[in-house]
């Protein structure tokens, strides 16, 4: 079992800034592939950016892309998302997840095994 704490979400103006964190225990292992996600009321759960096992591959939504980056600390077991340009569109309950495939870089939820518990995100205009 892998245990998922988001943290950093809150409320900021458009055009601010938030950096989002995730810190992983248990069975963690750093040959994970990690993604970030979020839901809106209303809304299915969308993909927002995931990175491999080392960093070097990233993927985004065209949505966020430009705007936001992910990043990880492998020796501190902890995964991130900066969240710059931030819109009234981008608020959401953001999680973050572990796919146990080092390799390949999923985007849909299905790809992904464990989940935090989420973080909201307000953006007000």
């Known amino acids: 079992q892998v245990q998922l704490v988001e943290s950093g979400g809150g409320l900021v103006q458009a055009g601010g800034s938030l950096r989002l964190s995730c810190v992983a225990s248990g069975r963690t292992s750093s040959s994970y592939a990690l993604g970030w996600f979020r839901q809106a009321p209303g809304k299915e759960r969308e993909f927002v950016a995931a990175i491999n096992w080392s960093g070097s591959i990233t993927r985004y939504a065209d949505s966020v892309k430009g705007r936001f980056t992910i990043s990880r600390d492998n020796a501190k077991n902890t995964l991130y998302l900066q969240m710059n340009s931030l819109k009234p569109e981008d608020t959401a309950v953001y999680y973050c997840?572990?796919?146990?495939?080092?390799?390949?870089?999923?985007?849909?939820?299905?790809?992904?095994?464990?989940w935090g518990q989420g973080t909201q995100v307000t953006v007000s205009s």
């Open positions: 997840a572990v796919s146990l495939q080092a390799i390949y870089i999923g985007i849909r939820p299905s790809d992904y095994t464990y």
